[in-house]
């Protein structure tokens, strides 16, 4: 049975447990003690053990500085120079000393990197490399992907990172089913502004491993101006699903001598239908409150039947919008059916 530690030293162990700051592993000279202290600087007190062999570090000293609890080991072969917690950054740094020169972050936190997802601070870094890379997972901190497409999928950026069009590629194959990959490719291709001919080329040059098909109609939906997963998720459940006409997407509109964009309409089947999907829970913007009501003004005054639908219809009961949507239609003179869905009541 261990003995008690005294006050004191229970003081000094809590203070090695929580040092955030790097620790010198012995006497350097200046030329190796300037490219330790730039080291530090640039890999957020991070370094691997080829960085270490580099600065004549050996393995005995590092084994000193483990059993002191000054420095700790992060990930095989990658040492932490101080025992407080990790940042993102060098979590990130880690996860790239660990897979070697050629790592480039991916999928999530490539997502995160280009802003096309929140950030995360405690997710796994993920991360691609070359099929000549001995590099394997290490939970919970990384998660190790390969590609035969590597050279073509990195930009050069710091840290480097796969591509836009290639980060949304790799999220949408690595969902669970066909419809769950467009609704992904459609959701981080708008939210992070990707040209659709970027994806376009991208999907010729990399073919996907699966959901091919089902990320050609998310392209053509996103070509035909499908700007949001909201958008998305109309087109493919409630439109296709049921067989409806084909609607033009953001459809201009002058109001007030500005021009404002509805996100559905039917004017090309000959009905001024208008469809307008909203994924905001409420508008707490006066401007925005006050543009919605202009623009509802100015479709009363043209005559022109307006229904409105946020998330939760949508994404909850696409058949329902589809009657209601089919009902103004066959108003309006349209006879086409109306198909059930998988999802519709008998």
Known sequence: MGRCRSGAERATVVGMIEDHRPRLPCALESSRADAWQQLIRDQHGLLDTDQLRLLDIGPGVVAANLEAQRWRRVLPRVYATFTGPLIREARITGALLYGGPQAVLSHTTAAEEWRMLALDPLAPVHI???????????????????????????????????????????????EPDARAGMRRFVALATRGRVPVRELQWRLQERRPRRYGAALADALRLLADGVQSALEQRYACDVEVAHALPTAQRQQPFVVD????????????????????????????????????????????????????????????????????VVAILRRAGWHGPLRQCGSCAP
């Open 128 to 174: 691609t490399v070359p099929y000549s890379c001995s590099a394997v997972s290490q939970p919970p901190l990384v998660v190790v992907h390969r590609s035969r497409s590597f050279p073509q999928l990195i930009v050069a950026t710091d840290p480097p990172r796969t591509s836009k069009a290639d980060t949304v590629l790799d999220l949408a194959t690595s």
């Open 257 to 324: 001598g500005r021009t404002l964009w509805e996100d559905v309409g039917y004017d090309l089947i000959g009905i001024p239908l208008t469809i307008r999907l909203d994924g905001r829970a409420f508008h707490d913007a006066p401007e925005v409150a006050f543009r919605d009501r202009r623009r509802d003004n100015a479709a009363e005054l043209a005559a022109r039947p307006r229904l409105v639908y946020g998330w939760d219809e949508v994404t909850r009961d696409p058949c329902g919008v589809a009657a209601e």
